[in-house]
């Protein structure tokens, strides 16, 4: 095993870009072979300062290495996003993305190292939180991270739901029409910026973003082949809701249909067109079955249908993590169910955000500032940032034993200011 202090954890240079994604692809188990496609995409968006390797020194002979210079053994980056508190403002985060250790370099502390590095710039630079979407679920509480957001996905037997077969389109003078990539491209992203202002938990998309979701933008590992896309407008001309959606070609033995609409995404800044959408997807001749895609754990869907149990949910998990870096900026960026006052005592081993905070929380905002007053509920930061988006409750993670109640009932209050009617959700992963 090398000595740790060996290995170097620091920022690449330009020119270490090719070794950085071989190590990157085989931290990932994909061929460590780097395309010129890759590496021109890649060094497009890439900002060596804030893209990590760590460079073992003491090893001599590896495919790892391409360019003659030190190995790299892990890889680890971050980029700047902007995540929508409670209340639809939207909070500067630091984005971590392509984090890994090679199989020969694992438990030896290099992702601690890389993080500890990032998160310490993040915090310098003022970032309130850091995000995350885990490969595991086990990694990132040991940094501060909690599950600040779940997601669902549903596959719908279409004959079982009970819809009006009579169906044709969406009722009081909203329409749904069938677009092209080209149009997809002119009216998402104004969309998305409406849809992500007014959804807790949502991320800012880069262009590149939809350049690669209409297929502007070809990448290796991701075959490409042209979706549907099909936009909803409300009776004023508005365009509210947009889904990209693929289906398979299977036809049954008894020459039935049996087809299968998958669907890509879909965003939708009203109900109306939430609703509508759902229902042409769940109405297309030959489609019997409907896989929804990442959704939020209270997504419509399955009560758009008569009959909800024709909605079975195939996958519910974790997504979005959060690492509260500026505890007062994170508790005043959002808004609160009722209005209350609240003293937290935040544990964080790693030093970043630990103190005691007074918040005084309403429904149009909050002040929130460190004091010396008695301590109410004493949580770790993680468990904080579980309870920031408000999909955890305080007085579950009491009985779990993770948030200890100093005053009695302060967790009653907690989850009275702090949850929400609908659950956050964020659709995006990264
Ligand atoms: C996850 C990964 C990056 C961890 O890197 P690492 O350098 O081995 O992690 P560290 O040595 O810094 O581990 C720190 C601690 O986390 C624990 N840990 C790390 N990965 C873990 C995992 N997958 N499950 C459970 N515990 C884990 C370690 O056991 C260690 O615990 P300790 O402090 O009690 O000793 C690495 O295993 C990896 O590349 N996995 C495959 C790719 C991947 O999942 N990337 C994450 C994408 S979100």
Redesign the pocket.
């Known amino acids: 095993m090398t000595p740790r202090d060996t290995i170097d954890v620091r920022p690449i240079t330009e020119p270490e870009t090719r070794d950085w994604i071989r190590a990157l692809n085989a931290?990932?188990l994909r061929s460590p072979e780097v395309s010129e496609r890759e590496l021109a995409d890649r060094s497009s968006y890439l900002v060596p300062e804030r893209t990590l390797g760590a460079f073992d020194g003491d090893l001599p002979h590896s495919r790892l290495r391409s360019s003659g210079g030190t190995p790299i053994v892990?890889t680890f980056r971050s980029f700047p996003q902007e995540l929508t508190a409670v209340g639809g403002t939207p909070v500067p985060a630091n984005a971590i993305t392509n984090?890994?250790?090679t199989a020969t370099h694992?438990?030896?502390?290099?992702?601690?190292r890389m993080m500890a590095a990032d998160l310490a710039a993040a915090k310098a630079r003022g970032d309130v939180v850091a995000t995350?979407?885990?490969?595991?679920y086990?990694?990132y509480g040991?940094y501060g991270f909690g599950p600040a957001t779940c997601t669902t996905q549903w596959t719908v037997d279409v004959p079982r739901a009970g819809l009006d077969p009579r169906w044709s389109g969406p009722p009081a003078g909203g329409r749904i029409d069938l677009v092209d990539a080209e149009d997809v491209r002119r009216i998402g992203p104004e969309l998305h910026e409406r849809f992500r202002r007014a959804q807790p938990g949502a991320v800012s998309r880069t262009d590149r973003w939809w350049q690669i979701n209409t297929g502007v933008l070809r990448l290796d590992r991701v075959p490409w082949t042209e979706p549907f896309y099909a936009v909803y407008r409300s009776a004023a001309g508005e365009v509210e809701g947009l889904v990209s959606y693929e289906s398979d070609d299977n036809w049954g033995d008894a020459k039935q249909p049996l087809n299968t609409a998958e669907v890509n995404w879909l965003i939708a800044v009203t109900p109306e067109a939430e609703r509508a959408l759902w229902q042409y997807l769940c109405s297309i001749d030959w489609i019997t079955r409907v896989k929804t895609g990442w959704r939020a754990p209270d997504d419509l869907l399955p009560h758009v249908l008569p009959d909800p149990r024709a909605a079975h949910i195939t996958t519910q998990s974790d997504w979005l993590w959060v690492r509260i870096l500026d505890v007062v900026r994170a508790l005043e960026a959002r808004t609160y169910a009722g209005t209350g006052t609240l003293v937290l005592e935040v544990a964080d081993r790693d030093g970043l955000s630990a103190g005691r905070y007074r918040l005084d929380a309403g429904p149009a905002g909050a002040d929130c500032a460190p004091t010396t007053q008695r301590a109410e509920l004493t949580l770790d930061v993680s468990d904080l940032a579980a309870l920031w988006l408000g999909d955890e409750s305080a007085v579950r993670l009491a009985a779990l034993g993770r948030v200890r109640e100093e005053r009695e009932g302060a967790a009653s209050v907690a989850d009275a200011l702090l949850r929400t009617s609908r659950r956050p959700w964020c659709p995006d992963t990264f």
Do not use: S
């Open positions: 931290g990932f892990a984090v890994t250790v694992r438990r030896r502390g290099l992702l601690t995350l979407i885990a490969a595991e086990p990694i040991r």
